[in-house]
């Protein structure tokens, strides 16, 4: 099952290889890690998402408690949340015709071009990790150069909020 | 002149000491003054050139003592040796690259046994780090794995506040050891020197006490068992919970077994004891596990080496399972009451939930009368023919007779260490030193001597193999400086015993590899160290050579008892196998 994590840790040098360090040294996959500075400068916020049973993830979550640089573990995947993801999708279109067919699929999936340059283009994409997947589908007729995404970010719906207090 | 000289420094240390306020030290001086401000007086090491601003320090002054080793691996060891037999932080002193990775083993060590370490190692300036420059390895990096925390300091001004989270993270919660990397400028870099009182951690914060509605249930549960055990591991050692611990099992009467490492948190003397379990426990501890119906786990960790086969263990028991590393728990066996919290506060909190009058205690004759049908296997039993070769049990028996089980003993790793466990019956906690989780061949003799520097006027007995002394024997030159009268008993088989008793078991008895070929004549290896050397061949000879061991105070005893080779460790539950699938003999 998949699992989206938010993790509140320290803004030290180590902390992410910390992090890192513990799903392979424990065989578990990250399938996605984003992590910057908040807005407080002393911490980092990270949004993880892996795969596992119920078991996996209680283990997964104490393990990330038990690391002295993290401040805040929480489980996303259970309460109401809002995730987004950014793409940048480079494609070669088929022909000149097809750029109605690129803004077609932008105007759908909310896409903008970014760059292009002769038959190359590069899109600009955001939601939810699985409306990229369908954006990438949509385009399966045109040669896909190079894709980079973010890996979804998450953030609990309405007034909660990962904080230091939580862990106190 | 070298005396005037240091005369003199002391007394430029006392000049600066009147005025601390204003006084720059440097970054070795405040190394100094941040180990006496933890009471710290003892320092495991080994010098090398990323240390020598500290090594310089230390040699100035006199509030920490400095030992000497032979090896980064010994300093560990022997830390543990001290931390596990005190109940203090352990502290260790290498240097930069290959004194880091030689501390790597016993640092691991400690992690896995949750020994309180801190290990200061030196690094190459920072100016230096990432150029690959000589004797730089990425310490912080290497042991991330295998450390409860580790800090690089990059600047003397965070050097203070670096040690004192140090300690305070190694020493609470669930200990462990906590790697401190120096880079060389940092200890040349000046300061005014003050040490903070609070290790100011948000994201560090151990819960200590149980939660009330866990520990209610929890007596609940307890009041409605027919069949119950308890478990309990290091952990009750490492809280200090023994009296607790003794205190819950006499009130519930119910019966108790201890894990390897946690030997002589209840005394194994007592009626009450059932013996170590696991795959080289007792035919009734691990029965009784087999067939409870309330297991009531304390600071232990359902290791493999303990629960065998896990969809075949304790099939009929609610678990409770007491723990201060919440991970810990429902990591290998799902527990049905998890309590994170303290040792010692947990099992106060529930005896006292029990006292209160709301619950009445289950009566467990039944399932006691049960439990000596199984005893009367009498499994750790074995045969001493007096005119045949010494059996390795014996000698053990006979030393444990012989010192009143009041002994310091520590061991190494492999059938001797399983033998002491069952035969030595432990009444007292941290007086069993061993490495446990990570198994680790080498330990005993440095931990011993971590033991004796601390016990300086106890006995500390170090058993061992062949096999094993091998690994860290260098040692003896340690002990001969500093006089330590460690008695060594090394049962001597002539062959590494435990993977040649498994190579009989799974592999067909062909000994690859486990034959000790080539063995150094200990006796006179251990008098060349300046130590006395014995060797010991017949069983009618053991209880005297054991005696006059023993009654050599003053002097290090290297005794070489030659065993017999083909004795193996009995009861065994295999690898893969459940508890109630033992082999008996």
Redesign the interface.
């Known amino acids: 099952m998949r699992r989206i994590l938010a993790v509140l ?2 803004n030290e ?2 902390s992410l ?2 992090v890192a ?1 513990l799903f392979s ?1 424990r065989g578990i996959n990250i399938e996605s890690l984003t992590v910057t500075p908040t807005p407080d400068e002393t911490l980092s916020r990270m949004t993880l998402v892996t795969f596992g049973d119920d ?1 996996v993830l ?2 997964v979550t ?2 990330l ?2 690391l ?4 805040t573990v929480v489980d996303l995947t259970g309460q109401n949340h809002v995730e987004r993801e950014m793409a940048l999708i480079k494609l070669r279109l088929r022909d000149e015709g097809s750029v109605d067919d690129l803004q077609r699929v932008n105007k759908i999936y909310r896409g903008r071009i970014a760059d292009v340059s002769a038959l190359c283009y590069t899109s600009e994409v955001v939601g939810t990790s699985e409306e990229i997947d369908a954006y990438i589908a949509a385009m399966g007729e045109h040669e896909l150069v190079e894709v980079v995404r973010t890996g979804p970010l998450g953030i609990a719906r309405g007034e909660q909020a990962l904080s ?1 207090r939580q ?2 | 002149m070298l005396s005037v000289r240091l005369l003199s420094n002391r007394m430029d240390n006392l000049k600066q000491s009147s005025n601390p306020e204003t006084q720059e030290l440097n970054g070795a001086e405040i190394f100094i003054r941040c180990l006496v401000e933890e009471g710290a007086t003892t320092v495991f090491g080994y010098p090398g050139g990323a240390v020598l601003h500290i090594y310089d320090e230390l040699h100035k002054q006199q509030e920490v003592d400095h030992i000497l080793v032979r090896h980064e691996q010994g300093a560990v060891h022997a830390a543990e040796g001290y931390a596990k037999s005190t109940g203090k932080v352990g502290v260790v002193l290498v240097t930069s690259g290959p004194g880091a990775t030689n501390a790597v083993t016993g640092i691991a060590d400690a992690y896995m046994d949750s020994v309180p370490l801190v290990v200061f190692t030196g690094q190459v300036r920072t100016a230096l780090i990432g150029n690959d420059a000589f004797q730089e390895v990425d310490t912080v990096g290497i042991t991330r794995p295998c450390v409860k925390h580790n800090i690089l300091v990059k600047k003397v001004e965070d050097l203070p506040l670096a040690v004192k989270r140090a300690f305070h993270i190694a020493g609470t919660g669930r200990p462990g050891p906590v790697v401190v990397d120096i880079p060389k400028d940092v200890t040349e870099q000046s300061r005014v020197f003050s040490y903070p009182q609070d290790p100011d951690m948000r994201s560090y914060q151990p819960t200590l006490e149980g939660h009330a509605g866990q520990i209610k249930r929890a007596a609940k549960l307890i009041a409605k068992a027919e069949r119950p055990i308890i478990y309990s591991g290091g952990g009750v050692i490492s809280s200090g919970a023994h009296e607790e611990l003794a205190e819950f099992t006499r009130l519930t009467g119910f019966p108790i077994t201890n894990t390897l490492m946690g030997l002589g948190a209840f005394p194994g003397t007592d009626p009450q004891f059932i013996q170590m379990l696991g795959m080289h426990g007792s035919y009734e501890a691990n029965m009784a596990m087999h067939h409870s119906d309330v297991l009531i786990a304390v600071g232990a960790r359902f290791d493999d080496r303990i629960t065998g086969r896990l969809d075949g263990f304790c099939p009929y028991a609610k678990v409770i399972h007491v723990d201060v590393d919440p991970s810990s728990i429902s990591k290998n066996f799902r527990a049905h009451i998890p309590v994170v919290g303290d040792a010692r506060k947990v099992l106060r909190a529930l005896t006292d939930e029990l006292r209160d009058g709301k619950h009445s205690l289950p009566d467990v004759s039944p399932w006691w009368g049960q439990i000596r049908e199984w005893a009367k296997k009498d499994s750790f039993a074995y045969q001493q023919d007096m005119d045949g070769e010494i059996k390795p049990q014996y000698v053990l028996d006979q030393l444990y007779q012989q010192t009143g089980g009041d002994a310091f003993v520590t061991s190494d790793v492999g059938q001797h260490q399983m033998w002491v466990a069952q035969l030595y019956k432990f009444t007292q906690p941290r007086r069993w030193i061993n490495s446990g989780g990570l198994g680790t061949m080498g330990f005993g003799l440095p931990a011993a001597m971590g033991v004796q520097l601390a016990h300086p006027d106890e006995l500390v007995c170090c058993v061992t193999g062949e096999a094993s002394i091998q690994m860290c024997i260098q040692e003896l030159s340690t002990c001969r400086q500093y006089g330590l009268p460690i008695k060594i008993i090394n049962l001597n088989n002539r062959y590494m015993g435990m993977v040649r008793q498994w190579q009989d078991f799974f592999y067909d008895s062909r000994y690859a590899m486990s034959y000790m070929d080539a063995l150094p004549d200990f006796v006179k290896l251990a008098e060349s160290y300046g130590h006395v050397g014995m060797k010991i061949e017949k069983p009618k000879d053991v209880e005297p050579a054991l005696r006059e061991i023993l009654s050599l105070k003053d002097r290090l005893v290297f005794a070489d008892f030659i065993t017999d080779p083909r004795e193996n460790v009995f009861p065994m539950i295999a690898p893969g196998a459940a508890h109630n699938e033992m082999i008996l003999s």
């Open positions: 840790l320290e040098s180590g290889s910390r360090n040294a078991r209680e283990q104490k393990q408690h038990k002295v640089d993290v401040v230091i862990n106190q």
